[in-house]
């Protein structure tokens, strides 16, 4: 392996490490579904290292979305990154975990299974619709598996805020 890809693999790990998050999250969908959701995110106000986070997931040719946020008492820009594809997902914990240290990686442990246990419920469940497409059939819905894990997860990072209980 060209050492500048590990090279760089370290620097977007590390940059990850103190500005990114794995998260499995339990939401409310239409204020009656439970859905549970694992997400990859990485968060900068500067416009330079967000490049270079980008850069790094385009040369894997993973899918993300960037979202914008002024914050209007700092007067700042803020960039919030994520991984939009489940497989891509995958991957890119996969290979940064080695790299990882301390919380994150029991933090990657957790959503990697969590998003792994997701492709295969997604893949058992896909079939072909009428019109020939491929369909997924894999419906938000209360999982007992994905309780577990999620209860894993809260238990690492002592907090829910942000999910729906």
């Known amino acids: 392996m060209d050492n500048q890809q ?14 990114g998050s794995l998260m499995v999250s339990k939401i409310k969908i239409g204020g009656k579904q439970l859905s549970y959701r694992g997400q990859i995110q990485f968060t900068n106000t500067e416009p330079e290292i967000c490049q270079r986070f980008i850069d790094f997931l385009k040369s894997k040719n993973w899918s993300y979305h960037v979202r914008v946020d002024i914050r209007k008492n700092k007067h700042k820009v803020c960039y919030q990154i994520q991984l939009t594809r489940l497989e891509d997902r995958i991957a890119f914990i996969e290979l940064l975990l080695p790299k990882f240290v301390g919380k994150k990686i029991m933090e990657g442990k ?10 295969e419920k997604y893949n058992t469940q896909r079939h072909r619709s009428k019109d020939g497409k491929f369909r997924s059939g894999c419906k938000s819905s209360f999982d007992e598996k994905d309780e577990l894990l999620y209860q894993e997860y809260k238990s690492i990072n002592g907090s829910s805020n942000r999910d729906w209980e």
């Open 6 to 19: 590990e090279t760089l693999k370290w620097y977007i790990a590390g940059l990850f490490e103190g500005e």
């Open 110 to 119: 957790i959503v990697l299974q969590f998003l792994k246990q997701r492709l």
